[in-house]
């Protein structure tokens, strides 16, 4: 069960926005992330629950952010509900997409054992909803994620594979590597891994 902590930052002048501390492992019906997140002052920020099943589908997700909460899953589509910090107001929503997305490295984890990608894979387009910090607004987004090198390194543990990924934001153009070993994100635009206690789980 990998155990440990990401710093955040702010993905354009990188102002530490806080840490996540998180585990997972596999399970069951496939896959589970839970972890809280801090602001650089110590202060709890939020929280994130999700769980996969075997094909990545997100089944389970509960998210927490300034009072906020959203309650989601795979449903002809994805759908989600959204709960304002006073509990009275909830909106559903649905969207014809593939997966959620957001801040968590959680996010980029689920969606790439949901793709499956090979180095021989050609650039896989997807719709993803993406909850932006911090009131948790819901935004549909349009990637396109391609696997460009899957590389072992030796450790003290026996190999490691470390898959490096290009993704783009078809909106707008923009281009990020993403680098994921396993069930842990070991660098990404905004994130860094900072603590891991023990290997990733292998899928």
Do not use: K
Not at 39 to 65: F, V
Not at 170 to 198: K, N, R, W
């Amino acid at each position: 069960m990998p155990r440990g902590r990401y710093s955040l930052h702010d993905l354009h002048d990188h102002t530490p926005l806080g840490e996540e501390h998180f585990h997972c492992a596999p399970g069951p019906s496939g896959w589970r992330y839970v972890s809280q997140t801090t602001a650089p002052s110590g202060d709890h920020l939020g929280s994130i629950d999700l769980t996969l099943d075997e094909l990545g589908r997100p089944i389970r997700l509960e998210l927490h952010a300034a009072s906020w909460q959203i309650r989601g899953a795979a449903l002809e589509g994805v759908t989600w509900v959204r709960t304002d910090p006073t509990g009275t107001h909830a909106n559903e929503g649905n969207v014809r997409a593939h997966t959620f997305t957001g801040t968590s490295p959680a996010f980029l984890i689920a969606t790439a054992r949901l793709l499956r990608l090979t180095p021989d894979s050609p650039a896989t387009r997807l719709r993803v909803v993406a909850f932006t910090d911090p009131v948790l607004a819901p935004r549909t987004v349009d990637q396109s994620w391609a696997l460009v090198n899957s590389e072992a390194h030796a450790t003290d543990n026996g190999p490691l594979t470390v898959d490096e990924y290009q993704v783009n934001a078809l909106d707008t153009g923009e281009q990020h590597t993403i680098h994921i070993a396993g069930d842990v994100v070991l660098s990404a635009p905004g994130i860094e891994l900072e603590e891991l206690e023990s290997p990733p789980s292998t899928r």
